[in-house]
């Protein structure tokens, strides 16, 4: 394995740490994280992973969901964004991008249907840093957000946005949505920090509980975790493909990007969500792994996507997030909900 490893190496420069496709669960309004117990939440989402999704999520998930939509069979983990529309720049009307599934660089998106590509790495995409720190996993109900719905000006390091060319070519990353169309899509990734405080599950705030070290690039070295968040985690990130293709003719040329978030938001307001769901020490055992090599950490356990594909839940919220709507979901119906006010 040592020289295949090697070969892979001189290969690709890319290959330390877990990356596997999961395909779309639901698309709808819940947050068990930020909003748990609302159905609906505020704005509407793209979720992946396990069937323990519901609105009220807490213990210990991995023993609870049956069947995950992603490559792992071991991850029931669930990993959401907010869902990218298209806002039409005369009428007004907004429209639900579809999502394609991430090509990694290696082994294709084997089936994938939407959904997102997930990275768990331990230190950065060359290396390992497990002779100086231990990567230690998350613990059972643990969760954490990344970025914020309510920021403007510029989205924090580690959100970033792409513009892909008619043949997937990636473009330059920028903290903000590409400012003419994309022929290939808009591709957003997300990274989460990896220092832990060693004790809080969750915070008030979903992120104080970690401590984020990346001053660049999240896939670049990660650098040592602070005296305060001393616990160094697995490195969490989303690759998510927004399918604009279809929009890009009704992109008034030198008008302003008219893809918006799904709370009404612009780039910087870009986030996600992270709930831990491995079952047993499963991720452990992986993140133990010296040089871990995408799909193969360990005795991993992994699910043909045909399979994946056939983990599903029914919808929590009955509202239409798709075809041409008057208004994005979260205010359509503001009128007639009652939601208890954010404090
Ligand atoms: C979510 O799932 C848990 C465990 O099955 C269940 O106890 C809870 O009632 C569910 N919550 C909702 C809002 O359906
Ligand atoms: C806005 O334009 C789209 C695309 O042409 C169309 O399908 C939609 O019905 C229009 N919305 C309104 C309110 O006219």
Known sequence: MKSLSLVLALLAPV??????????????????????????????????GGNAFNATMTGDVGERATCTTCQMADDFSNYWTAHLY?????????????????????????????????????????????????????????????????ITGTAQVGLRYQCLSSNGGRGRETPSFPTSPCPGGIFTT?????????????????????????????????????????????????????????????????????????????????HADYMFGWKGDSLQKAMDKSECFYDGCGSIKKQPMATANRCTIEKAVKEETDGWLSALPAFLSTAREENPPEC
Request: with cysteine.
């Open 15 to 48: 290959q330390a740490g877990l990356r596997f496709p999961c395909s779309t669960l639901t698309i709808e309004r819940l947050d068990p994280v930020v909003q748990p117990g609302m159905t609906p939440s505020t704005h509407v989402h793209h979720i992946v």
């Open 86 to 150: 298209f806002k039409h720049p005369t009428n007004g009307s907004y429209h639900r991008i579809p999502v394609l599934p991430v090509q990694p660089l290696l082994g294709g998106s084997n089936g994938a249907q939407g959904g997102l590509t997930v990275y768990y790495t331990q230190f950065d995409l060359l290396r390992d840093n497990l002779r100086s720190q231990p990567v230690k996993s998350f613990p059972p109900g643990f969760r954490m957000t990344v970025g914020d719905p309510g």
């Open 190 to 270: 997300h990274h989460f920090p990896a220092c832990w405080d060693g004790k809080n599950l969750d915070s008030p705030d979903h992120q104080s509980h970690m401590y984020n070290t990346i001053t660049y690039d999240g896939f670049t070295n990660a650098p040592k975790c602070p005296s305060s968040h001393p616990v160094r985690m697995p490195q969490v990130a989303f690759e998510t493909t927004w399918d604009t293709s279809k929009f890009n003719s009704m992109w008034t040329p030198g008008a302003p990007n008219p893809f918006v978030w799904s709370f009404e938001g612009n780039s910087a307001g870009t």
